[in-house]
């Protein structure tokens, strides 16, 4: 069991980490501000949920393995590149005026959440993260070390929820006042196209 220290020194972090610019927080300020506050709190959950099975696959001994394969995290660091080009794609070629509040009412709730997980679970960088983060925190003596890495992981997920939900809230309040402008929306989709780009090209670049 974490001492209520550690445990306050860790959210605490983990509430500064949500708000250092990064892939994750730059996706949900992007996707909140083309798709609105509600797409953007989807998306946030489906983040969370990868963050889940990031830490049970650190719990369980798993994570360790993977980091170990040198073929793995460029298999999955390529498919995270990849369909983050597909996000700039679609972006790119998105209408703008009364067309593009159709293609929003597309826009499920469980495609939002669906792009949080992928974006998540195909950025190897979180498990070597969350390696190097969360046993530092681990203390042996304070009991079994697979709860203490479940309980460490549920904070960055509290804490998450609550640094990306405030990104998400405000970017959807932006993007209400930007949707009344043609030229702002396609401003928007060009801004939102190059940002995807860009995080692709890093990922793609990213080494162990």
Known sequence: MLTLQTALTFFTLAMLLGYTPGPDNVFVLIQSATHGRRAGFYVVLGLCTGLMVHTLAIALGLAAVFAASATAFTVLKLAGAAYLAYL???VLRAPVGPLAEQEQAGMSPLKMYGRGVVMNLTNPKVVF????LLPQFVNASQGAVAWQI???GLIFIVATLISFGSITFFAGAVSRVLKRSVGAQRGLNWLAGTVFIGLALRLALAER
């Open 88 to 90: 700039a794609y679609q």
């Open 129 to 132: 993260f969350f390696l190097a």
């Open 150 to 152: 479940a309980q460490l």
